[in-house]
Structures are given as structure tokens and as C-alpha cells.
């Protein structure tokens, strides 16, 4: 157990498209002991969300929770999710823009356009199915973690570069909280 170092965007290993998580290793101790690091991980820089990549294992396992994040303040909760072999279907048209940030792409926000509404289908850390129907903030971090199994970094989603900038400047109150 132990927070592990987050990969910064700059690294090759975070463009590279993640491997499933293989099914004989469902509920195993090797997935257990990725899963304790991530989410040590994650709650030691307040994300919103890791993909496994972002610590340098490139398979297709993801996890995110929303309580009192200061990072994302006045965001809906997220419950603690652990997911696995993630497949996302999109539900309509509809695309909503918001800021997102990146612990890999620290001190930085950009608005990027995802879609509104998805279905997630995935596994849990014993490979127990997951089936949700998720909109807003929910189905944004989603679509944002499963991007890094893909090798996608928000900024790669955005259409219009005016729209990044550093989270001191767009958003005083959050600086400090942001790590970098
Ligand atoms: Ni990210």
C-alpha cells in the first residue's frame, strides 16, 4: 500500500491504449494491491477520479469518488466506484461543456465538450457487474477516466485553446489546492 507517483502529460506510457484486465485476476491480491495504491493515490492529491496508466500500469481499470472535493467545489457526490474493462455508450446527442483538470495535468483547467448522458457497463475489483445510467458531473468524470485508458488527455478533447489556463488565474479561489 502506498501513494504511488502520478505520471505527468509529457509521458509516453499516457498516450499508449491500456490492455483489458485479464478475468482469471478478478479478486486477486496483485488487483487488490493496485486498487489500495490508486485510491490512496487519488485521495492523497483530491481527485476526482485515477486511471491505472496515470501510475504507470497501462490496464483498462479506473476508479472515482466525489464527497467534499475542494478541488471540485459544489459538484453533485459520485460514490466510490472501482471499474473495470470499462464500456461507455453514449445516450443521445446531447454534449454539455465544463472545466476539468487532470492530476497528471496539474496547476491547469480547460473546458471541454463530453457527452451529457451515458450508460457504463464495467466490473467491480471481484468481477461483479456494473451497469449505470449517469448524467452531468458523473458522466463527465467517466468519460474523463476511461479517455486515460484510450491515451486521451482532456486538453486533446478541446476545440478551442483560449478555453485552458492556469486554475490560479481562472479560478483564485482553488489555487493552492490544485497540487503544482
Ligand atoms: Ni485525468
Redo the contacts with the bound molecule.
Keep these: 500500500m502506498a501513494v504511488r507517483p502520478i505520471l505527468k502529460m509529457g509521458t509516453p506510457s499516457l498516450f499508449e491504449k491500456s490492455k483489458p484486465w485479464p478475468l482469471n485476476k478478478f479478486g486477486s491480491p496483485e488487483l487488490q494491491r493496485l486498487l489500495t495504491d490508486m485510491r490512496e493515490t487519488m485521495i492523497a492529491a483530491n481527485g476526482a477520479?485515477l486511471?491505472a496508466p496515470?501510475i504507470g500500469e497501462n490496464v483498462r481499470v479506473v476508479i472515482f469518488e466525489v464527497g467534499d472535493n475542494p478541488r471540485y467545489p459544489g459538484r453533485e457526490k459520485i460514490p466510490f466506484t472501482v471499474l473495470i474493462n470499462p464500456v461507455l455508450t453514449p445516450l443521445g446527442a446531447e454534449r454539455a461543456e465544463d472545466w476539468e483538470g487532470?492530476?497528471?495535468v496539474p496547476g491547469l483547467r480547460g473546458k471541454v465538450s463530453r457527452f451529457a448522458r451515458l450508460r457504463y457497463t464495467g466490473f467491480d475489483a471481484h468481477g461483479k457487474p456494473i451497469d449505470r445510467t449517469v448524467d452531468r458531473f458523473h458522466a463527465r468524470v467517466v468519460q474523463?477516466?476511461v479517455d486515460?485508458l484510450d491515451g486521451v488527455?482532456?486538453p486533446m478533447r478541446m476545440s478551442d485553446m483560449t478555453q485552458l489556463g492556469f486554475t490560479e488565474v481562472l479560478f483564485p479561489d482553488l489555487a493552492g489546492v490544485d497540487d503544482d
Excluded: K, P
Design positions: 477520479g486511471a496515470q487532470c492530476l497528471s474523463h477516466e486515460h488527455l482532456y
